[in-house]
């Protein structure tokens, strides 16, 4: 059998594992939710499901999984016939499919399978006294015999197995249509432009002309009515095109339910606490995409959970509390987007200790914890390397911190925030899209460029005049629906472009995340617009304020904003920040002149190089660049290599032959990364040569700092 027909098989073995593990994971919850343990078709299930990954996992060759699997087998067949406390059983099981799941991830050695099922072997025939954390049965209530008449099996949806790449190969083809969908309409509009100015034309003319104007008039009018009918009807399929991609990549929920009980039990068991989980998600459903991404924000919510809510059993009973505590998981759907919420009934969150420890971290001046509300200061645990534990455990300080939740929910175009911190429990609310194939936002304009702000964050658009904005602790605001202060961000100012003159109007976008808001200050609001959101290319780390770019039916490009970092920056979260921008803004701003074909790289340069206190001029390609340079002057060249007209190697010689810019620093940035582009782009003349497929803003940054 050839190298390719193996993983070929390993493939399909994984797929199949994963899919019984899931099952049996169900099969577990439904042990420890039964009170009277009478179900015998759950026990003969368990059965079935261990002896096919058995099976399975000797034909891919998997020993581990197969040593595993033979040991909960037999371990079930004698708790079914002896009898045994179901805590165990229960916790056995989760054992097992933890370890299955690392097996079939190629993260366990064959001795912890062995070791494992060694394990089982002396509690086969007698009660073990371990209990577990994660809602275990009464101490009394055993796993019965199998009873005759047990169902064998139970109806089943007729499903499928697509391979995750297909699916995502569906998306792009639905992201492709809806953007070119948007061109149609576009060029509908500009077709009824001209029919309407040859109508003109045809009522100015006289005569023969006119009667030939009118009659093509007529043609062109009725091919514009059919053209109109095609992108209605090409519209309702791209939709509905869209739709099914949405419905065939969408996962339930609860699907996620047994590994959140999973590790429940393990943190607790691991920290000698006692916990249960209880989760209503109901039958919502979402991404594929989505459900990954939060597997770990939600892993880590809950061990964080386990470890600073829950206290010791000991403490809650002296506390007249159940020894047990409750995690809960509720979920919601309003529109398209799902809410989460993580809480739990142990200890809270005590506000003052980290507002505490954020001062003696100096992670904050003491002045301006004194302005912060109780939320605001509970929130600071989304810094990054904040912790209020006194030790880093296996459990705490695993390199995921409630920054990088954060940070992971944003990328996913969601947010988390607390509720108000209280001493009866501590609870976090997450909210993210359903979906991703596309993005609704309401599209603005400020003097240079567009941006797109997503509509599940926008509250409402307004006009104000400048007479009535007031100065509210030292922040421009003007009052809100409600008659309370509602502070502004310009948005010029925070995208790091010159301001325009304030009009007698300002035209406001509310936005709020359902704790806090705040007016973004425009010039234009074009309208709402559903498209495709892109994250940002190449390995560029994230830019302040900008979490993608989206294409739009004309084929502009306009930026997506990360709405939750605004939200922070009102919040007062980036307070050091704004005296660095005025501090950047006081200096002498150094002229640069990005070349790049790409819409997409030239934007994204742009605004890496503005937003470091840089004047940026650009250009499209490298003749267009170099006409730019005769007109304008520049401290440094930032230019991609392939380009039409004139690339970059040959804009680099023309530079360097040129009396007046032969010192003027260039920069290369390009993705050919061979030997031989790089000593072409060296021998041209060029200071520096950086390989997108290797970018890192702060590498452009350095190169620039060096250069000018």
């Known amino acids: 059998m050839s ?100 097996f079939v991830g190629g993260d366990a050695p064959l001795e912890a399978a062995r070791d494992f099922a060694a394990s089982l072997e002396p509690e086969t025939s007698a009660s073990s006294e371990r209990t577990t954390s994660a809602n275990p049965a009464p101490a009394g209530d055993t796993l019965p015999a199998a009873k005759p008449g047990a169902p064998s099996s139970v109806a089943s949806a007729t499903t499928v197995r697509v391979e995750a790449s297909r699916l995502d190969d569906l998306m792009q083809f639905a992201e492709e ?11 509908h509009a500009e077709l009824e432009q001209c029919l309407l100015e040859l109508s003109q034309i045809e009522r100015a003319a006289s005569g023969e002309l006119r ?15 059919a053209n109109r009918q095609d992108v209605q009807r090409s519209g309702h399929l791209v939709r509905d095109w869209s739709a099914a991609v949405k419905r065939a990549r969408m996962l339930p929920l609860a699907g996620a339910v047994p590994q959140w009980r999973r590790t429940v039990a393990e943190t607790a068991h ?5 916990a249960r989980l209880v989760a209503d998600v109901g039958d919502i459903e979402v991404d594929r995409q989505i459900l990954d991404g939060l597997r770990d924000p939600m892993l880590h919510l809950l061990r964080n ?15 007249g509390r159940p020894r047990m505590g409750t995690i809960r998981v509720r979920a919601r759907a309003p529109g398209m987007m799902v809410e989460l919420e993580v809480s739990d009934d142990g200890r809270g969150m005590d506000a003052t200790e980290i507002g505490r420890r954020a001062v003696e ?82 599209l603005v304009r400020t003097a240079r460029s567009a941006y797109a702000l997503p509509t599940a964050y926008v509250a409402r658009a307004f006009r104000v005049a400048s007479s009535e904005v007031q100065v509210v602790d030292g922040v421009a605001a003007v009052p809100d629906a409600e008659g309370e202060p509602l502070r502004l961000r310009w948005l010029s100012a925070l995208m790091q472009e010159p301001r325009q003159t304030d009009p007698e ?46 294409i739009l039916g004309s ?70 660049g170099w006409q730019a340079l005769q007109g304008g002057t520049y401290d440094l060249v930032v230019s991609d290599v392939q380009m039409p007209r004139l690339n970059g190697v040959e804009l680099t010689q023309r530079i360097r032959a040129h009396p007046k810019f032969k010192s003027l620093p260039v920069i290369l940035v390009t993705s050919l990364d061979r030997p031989t582009d790089l000593a072409q782009g060296s021998a041209a003349g060029a200071d520096e040569y950086i390989v997108k497929g290797r970018f890192d803003q702060r590498k452009l940054l350095e190169a620039v700092a060096r250069l000018i």
């Open 505 to 550: 109007k300002l035209l406001v976008i509310a936005l709020s995340d359902g704790a806090t808001r705040i007016g973004v200050v425009v010039d234009e609001v074009v309208g709402e617009v559903e498209s495709v959101a892109k994250g940002l290319p190449w390995n560029l780390p994230r830019i302040p304020g900008i979490a993608g770019a989206m």
């Open 211 to 225: 009667a030939t104007l009118g009659e093509v008039t007529r043609r062109l009018d009725a091919l514009v009515e």
């Open 305 to 319: 959970a386990v470890d600073h809510g829950i206290e010791p059993p000991e403490v809650r009973e002296r506390q």
């Open 555 to 624: 084929g502009v490009l306009a930026v997506v904003l990360d709405v939750p970092r605004l939200l922070d920056v009102a919040r007062g979260r980036q307070g050091e920040r704004t005296e660095t921008v005025h501090a950047a803004e006081a200096m002498k701003k150094r002229r640069i002149l990005v070349v790049d074909d790409s819409l997409t790289s030239r934007t994204l340069e742009r605004n890496i190089l503005a937003a470091a206190g840089y004047d940026v001029d650009t250009a499209n390609d490298g003749e267009a």
């Open 177 to 187: 249509f809806l953007v070119a969908q948007g061109r149609r309409h576009v060029r």
């Open 361 to 442: 971290r100096g992670i904050l001046s003491p002045e301006r914890l004194a302005r912060m509300n109780a939320v605001e200061t509970a929130e600071i645990v989304f810094f990054a390397g904040f912790s209020t534990a006194a030790s880093v455990s296996h459990v705490s300080g695993r390199g995921m911190g409630l920054d990088i939740v954060k940070q992971r929910l944003s990328e996913l175009g969601g947010h988390v925030r607390i509720a108000e911190p209280t001493m009866g429990g501590g609870t976090f609310r997450m909210e993210v899209p359903a979906t991703v194939v596309s993005t609704k936002a309401l």
């Open 270 to 274: 691991a920290l000698g606490r006692e």
């Open 3 to 102: 190298q390719s027909d193996n993983d070929d098989i390993w493939a399909l073995f994984c797929d199949e594992a994963t899919e019984a593990l899931e099952d049996l994971a169900r099969v577990v919850e439904r042990f420890a939710a039964s009170e009277t343990l009478g179900d015998a078709w759950a026990l003969e299930r368990a059965l079935r499901i261990l002896h096919n990954i058995k099976g399975a996992a000797r034909v891919a060759g998997s020993e581990g999984v197969e040593v595993v699997a033979h040991g909960l087998e037999e371990a079930l067949g004698a708790y079914r016939r002896e009898g045994a406390p179901i805590a165990d059983v229960i916790m056995r099981l989760r054992d097992g499919i933890g370890l299955i799941s690392r």
